[in-house]
DNA sequence: TCGTAATGACGAACGGTGTTCGTATCGCGT
DNA sequence: ACGCGATACGAACACCGTTCGTCATTACGA
């Protein structure tokens, strides 16, 4: 998450400083019109959007529909497409509460506050792809990194390692939701069904064994998984494999 | 990486029960016919493309482009853009070299096969995206998840945790190498600079203390990682956890 | 109060995307 | 020779993000 980009936008440290200066003074909402168009507004059409559609629904022309505008009008409020897509994000990561840290719950904790993130993405199918396009760069998902960390260093994990593990660590959920959206969206150029574990076990037994022993050989361990049990696994190995280090 | 998915195509078990039979049988080439438009040469176009613009600037128009034709000519080839992006990656997975396995190095072996596909992807920035949406759908992705399964069960790693321990390396190695083809990609409606460590740590602790101390005290830990780094932990991080298990 | 500048709103148009449909050509089998 | 299937591909469709120009409103200074 934080691994190279800072949020800097177009303005170097002036932007940046403009930007910490803004956590206290927060952008008065519109002026008493009716129904302007306001940020807000805008970024709460575009969630609806993704929640009932998914992320490739998601357009300025779509957006500016549920707002009963053009698109153009969009464009004195974002940047562009992509500053939408990161407010969407900022959105997100906000929602997300994070738990006062406690040295002896570690473990727990920081699996919570996954858990918590994977699920807010999970309820805007394919959303996470913006997640990974964008940069930390509000403060909201920088509030994330900081409240992992805190459990972290907290739970005596070194500095070093606990950075770097919430890096991993988002990265996964980034891409597990993002894999889970692609198959179940049933409109996305593919035919695939979501094959229930047995099928998908017997799809890899009809594979020639010659060549593929191993997978022959533990079909229904591959197909094994329900519910979150593998992203269950993967954090928990990770995190242990941390542990392993912070003793 | 085997999720729920066998790449089924739209025609079920006869259509994955032909693909079986294709591997003994592969397509012929044109009939002899001068520079037939083929699906190889639309997949090496495409990868040319990828490698010097990234896979946002991959089209139909382009490669078609390049080819010298129209995009309407593609679609006697493949069914859609989402199919040639799996074929694209495909290609990619039928690069990489699995190791015989060795069950005292079963650790290097795994932490290999990653850091080749790494490098595939990161070659064609931006193509893990595709490899995300992808279905296993192809014998080459497989033959990657069966490679990798013979290092592990032969390392002695149970077979379930083995197969997801898989699944999670694959999602880990595509967020990873899609969020770093994010980071160097100058065209992406995003004016961020990659930061210098120095730089980005200096960002991170202009941030108020009394808001986010764990980041502003530890900035250049949350800013270091160079080269692999990262990566190396994660995967290090990930199968030392299940080492835990698997003794 | 008035004039000007700034801001918000937004239609028209631009250059771009994936895909379908219809037409033409070629190769193969009968 | 004829018919059929496969390949090739232009034209057109519906859609995309964005810019530019115009208009209306608001805020500010003289």
Not at 159 to 171: F, G, N, P
């Amino acid at each position: 998450m934080t691994s190279g980009r800072a949020g800097t936008g177009s303005g170097g440290d002036d932007d940046w400083a403009a930007r910490i200066a803004a956590l206290e003074n927060p952008r008065h909402a519109g002026r008493g019109r009716k129904d302007p168009i306001t940020l807000d507004r805008i970024v709460e059409a575009a969630l609806a959007i993704v929640a009932e559609e998914g992320f490739e629904a998601l357009t300025m022309r779509r957006v500016a529909g549920q707002l009963r505008t053009g698109p153009a009008s969009l464009y004195a409020h974002v940047h562009n497409k992509s500053e939408l897509d990161d407010l969407l994000i900022g959105r997100l990561c906000a929602q997300v509460r994070l738990p006062e840290p406690d040295p002896a719950r570690w473990r727990d904790q920081i699996r919570d506050v996954c858990a918590q993130l994977r699920d807010r993405f999970l309820s805007y199918p394919g959303i996470s792809r913006a997640a990974l396009a964008a940069a930390p760069r509000s403060i909201d998902t920088l509030a994330i990194n900081e409240g992992m960390l805190a459990i972290l260093v907290t739970g005596g994990v070194p500095a070093q390692s606990a950075a770097w593990a919430i890096d991993a660590a988002y990265l996964y959920v980034c891409a597990y939701c993002l894999e889970a959206s692609y198959r179940r969206e049933p409109g996305s150029g593919r035919d695939d069904r979501v094959l229930r574990a047995d099928e998908m076990a017997a799809r890899l037994r009809m594979l020639p064994a010659s060549r593929f022993p191993h997978t022959v050989a533990h079909a229904s361990e591959l197909a094994a998984g329900g519910g979150h049990e593998r992203f269950d696994f993967t954090l928990g190995a990770l995190f242990r494999g941390l542990g392993a280090t912070a003793s």
